[in-house]
Structures are given as C-alpha cells and as structure tokens.
T-cell receptor, first 115, second 118 residues
Framework: AQSVSQHNHHVILSEAASLELGCNYS??????LFWYVQYPGQHLQLLLK??????LVKGIKGFEAEFIKSKFSFNLRKPSVQWSDTAEYFC?????????????FGQGTTLQVKP | DTGVSQNPRHKITKRGQNVTFRCDPI?????LYWYRQTLGQGPEFLTY????????KSRLLSDRFSAERPKGSFSTLEIQRTEQGDSAMYLC????????????????FGAGSRLTVL
C-alpha cells in the first residue's frame, strides 16, 4: 500500500539547534516528494519539493531535504532553527507517472522551538 | 488575494443536519482537490476534479458526501446527515495540470473549513 511515515510526532528544540525530521515512504514506482509546513493558524504551504536530478533539494527559509532512493527516505533538515520555525511539518509523496496529482501525506511532525 | 479561498471557515452543526462548503481555487488552475484532516493526522485525499469532471473519489467518501464543480471554477462539498465522526478540517487545494504546467502537479492549499458536529 502507498503510505508515508514520519517517525517523530513531536519535536522540541532550542533556538540554534539543528533539525532533522524523518520521512519514509512506501510507493511502487518513481516518486515526487514534498514537504509542506503549517504555521499556527495558517494554511499548508509548500516548503520544498523533489522531482528529479540532484537528490539534495533546497527550499525556503533555509530548509533542505535529501532524497535517498535506497532508503525510501526524504528527511528534512535545517542547520539552525529559529523560534519562527515552530509549526507542523508534513511529508507527502506522489507517483511521478501518476496523472492524478494526488498527494499521500504523512501524519505530520509538530516542531516546537523554544526561544 | 489570489490564493485558494474556502468558506465558511468554521461550521458548527447538529448531528443529522446537512452542511455545504465552498472552495474558490486559483483562477488559472484546472484541478481542484478536497482533503480531510483530523487532529494529529495528515490530510487524507477525498476527491479531485479536472475542470468540471470528477475524476477520482476516495473510498473514504461515503455516499453522504457529494462534491461538484459545475463550471470548472468553484467547487462545493456537501455532507448530508452529518455524524460526529465527520468533525474535521476540510481542505481544498488547486493546481495547474497539463502541457502548460512546469514540473509536477504542485498543490496550493486553502485555509480550510472546520466542521464541528455536535
């Protein structure tokens, strides 16, 4: 079955700490991968995406993610978090050959950054 | 505001009542998606349209749920005979699909409509 698993449900960090959020997917075929972020009281926003090519993808606000095909993973990283990064983060997958554009989301990780 | 707009933002209803949500996508987007999100979970796909055609429905979508996109622009999601288990955030997203679209289908989400069934 197609699925996305985010290992960390709730992460608490201090400002300036480094961040890595895990994401593993199960999908038969080549994929497009996404990270979305939802800041408190706001709608889901695209943080970054991977389609093809360089497996290290850079997104907005200093975030990056690395696609490791052999591990079916797409972990999100940021070297130094800020209080404003407090949000919920969702990993999502789509089959690259799929015509639907339908995204399958993980259950999300809540990140709390302490000032 | 040129984003995806959803109304109402909040709806409280009694069990058994019908509710309708509206979504206005980004104007040039030809695809429109409905998702449902409950507390502590990621969004779950419900259905999507390409222009006015409803191309896929999830098995999550019971026969009490119906969605339309009559002119290929805005969409409505109606829930009949609401149940407490229907309480959730209903998210709408839109995207541009086709030869004119660069890259893969990237969804832009609205703020959602929160339903509380008492």
């Amino acid at each position: 079955a197609q699925s996305v698993s985010q290992h960390n449900h709730h992460v608490i960090l201090s400002e300036a700490a480094s961040l890595e959020l895990g994401c593993n997917y199960s999908y038969g075929g080549t994929v497009n991968l996404f990270w979305y972020v939802q800041y408190p009281g706001q709608h889901l926003q695209l943080l970054l995406k991977y389609f093809s090519g360089d497996p290290l993808v850079k997104g907005i606000k200093g975030f990056e993610a690395e696609f490791i095909k052999s591990k079916f993973s797409f972990n999100l990283r940021k070297p130094s978090v800020q209080w404003s990064d407090t949000a919920e983060y969702f990993c999502a997958v789509k089959g690259r050959s799929s015509n639907t554009g339908k995204l399958i989301f993980g259950q999300g990780t809540t990140l709390q950054v302490k000032p | 505001d040129t984003g995806v707009s959803q109304n109402p933002r909040h709806k409280i209803t009694k069990r058994g009542q019908n509710v309708t949500f509206r979504c206005d996508p980004i104007s040039e987007h030809n695809r429109l998606y409905w998702y449902r999100q409950t507390l502590g979970q990621g969004p779950e796909f419900l259905t999507y349209f390409q222009n006015e055609a409803q191309l896929e429905k999830s098995r999550l979508l019971s026969d009490r749920f119906s969605a339309e996109r009559p002119k290929g622009s805005f969409s409505t999601l109606e829930i009949q005979r609401t149940e407490q288990g229907d309480s959730a955030m209903y998210l709408c997203a839109s995207s541009l699909y086709g030869l004119a679209a660069s890259g893969a289908n990237v969804l832009t989400f609205g703020a959602g409509s929160r339903l509380t069934v008492l």
